[in-house]
């Protein structure tokens, strides 16, 4: 893995629909704040990385030029990463082997999203190929709704059972957003409610899917020698694990999915993990979809294939859960794109850091951060932890 390395500040932006301010000024909101927050200056980087959904959400082409200012890398290196709904753990996972690799000692991560301002489901249906599958999928409701049906086929999970489940996840995450300050959604929800909403895309219902967010998310990444320098308290970088597969949807098998097995597998080699339910505090997986969250429980061997929607409704993974899940509301309830994988990192530093607030789980050591991206063929993990 090369060098140790920690991460010394997080901040972000309060997400939502933020028509008061430019784009340039969304992005400064959260570099004044994760500089605030680490107690440097642009002076103490070495270089910046920054991302967002595909360039054409933004209109334009060169958005880490755009930004330069706002992100005060002018002068800088800048590196720029977009892996679609991936693009935050990307962009963190660029940081680390940036200063891993022992080219920077300091590095400046920046996620952020206006999504307002554009079409993000257009945009994403652009994504697809462009033959065959862009006349059908629709966005990503499309593309991960069939997803959902070949799982709950594949192991023949009933209906009403995995209903009921992916309604528990949508209510506890609402709940949970009440207690984040940044997060976006925040709704009292009842089952019914979730269940009785409008429909989407069978079988995904409205309280099912993760809004449409502007905001921005920052962290700085360093290495162990320049932390012990400064006398910082740092949440240590212990696996990451990436992981591509086929372009074509129909080309991969989405109800055992190989890309989000391996990459969580190769992040478990590195940070010595060999019972993720038992050995990690807390999740932070991403969930843009109720019916995916739990598919990703299994791939990451927190139960069997098959078994979340049981567990689910046990309560294993809500917050006084054996191994809570997204406590910050999650991708359910905060989505600017290109931010929000790296807002999973961020969640996940301020968990190990005791850092979190009232949706902190008490005596988080080892935690798992997971954005997914691409069409649907992108999987990236990031475990950290509060040792060494």
């Known amino acids: ?45 070495d270089g910046v990385v920054s991302g967002t959904m595909p360039s054409m959400m933004e209109g334009i082409a060169l958005t ?27 962009i963190a996972q660029t940081a ?11 590095v400046l991560a920046v996620g952020h999203e206006k999504m307002n301002e554009g079409n993000a489901q257009a945009t994403m249906t652009t994504v697809v190929e462009p033959f065959y599958q862009r006349y059908f999928i629709a966005g990503a409701p499309g593309v991960f709704s069939m997803q959902s049906q070949m799982w709950a086929d594949r192991y023949g999970i009933p209906e009403d059972k995995i209903r009921d489940a992916a309604a528990y996840i949508s209510v ?39 809004p449409t967010s502007d905001g921005a998310c920052a962290l700085i990444f360093a290495s162990e020698e320049f932390i012990r ?41 590195q940070a010595g993990i060999t019972n993720p339910r038992k050995e990690l505090d807390v999740a932070e997986v991403y969930n843009p979809f109720t019916f995916q969250e739990m598919l990703f429980y299994e791939c990451f061997g927190f139960c069997g294939f098959g078994e979340s929607p049981d567990l689910v409704l046990k309560g294993i993974f809500n917050r006084k ?14 989505n600017p794109i290109g931010a929000t994988g790296l807002i999973r990192v961020a969640e996940t530093v301020l968990q190990v850091m005791g850092k979190a607030g009232d949706h902190q789980i008490p005596g ?16 990236g993990v990031m475990i950290v932890g509060s040792e060494l």
């Open 172 to 210: 506890t995450h609402h709940d949970s957003a009440f207690d984040n300050p940044y997060a976006h959604v925040k709704l009292r929800v009842s089952m019914d409610d979730v269940k009785n909403a409008r429909l989407i895309t069978y079988p995904v219902r409205l309280l099912d899917v993760c």
């Open 229 to 269: 320098k400064i006398g910082k308290k740092a949440a240590w970088v212990k696996g990451v694990g990436y992981r591509g597969e086929e372009y074509f949807f129909g080309d991969s098998d989405k109800g055992v999915w190989q890309s989000a097995v391996q990459s969580a597998k190769q992040a478990y080699d």
């Open 1 to 45: 893995m090369g060098r140790a390395v920690g991460i010394i500040g997080v901040g972000q932006t309060h997400h939502g629909r933020r028509t008061e301010m430019s784009y340039p000024d969304l992005v400064r909101e959260a570099v004044v704040r994760v500089f605030d927050d680490a107690g440097l200056t642009p002076a103490d980087i």
């Open 64 to 90: 880490h030029f755009y930004f330069a200012d706002a992100m005060q890398a002018v002068g800088k290196p800048i590196l720029k990463t977009e892996t679609c709904g991936s693009t935050g753990v990307s």
């Open 364 to 379: 988080a050591k080892l935690a798992l951060s997971h954005a997914m991206g691409g069409v649907d063929q992108f999987n």
């Open 96 to 106: 680390y082997y940036w200063v891993a690799s022992g080219m920077a000692d300091c």
């Open 321 to 334: 859960g054996e191994l809570p899940c997204d406590p910050s509301g999650g991708v359910l309830c905060t």
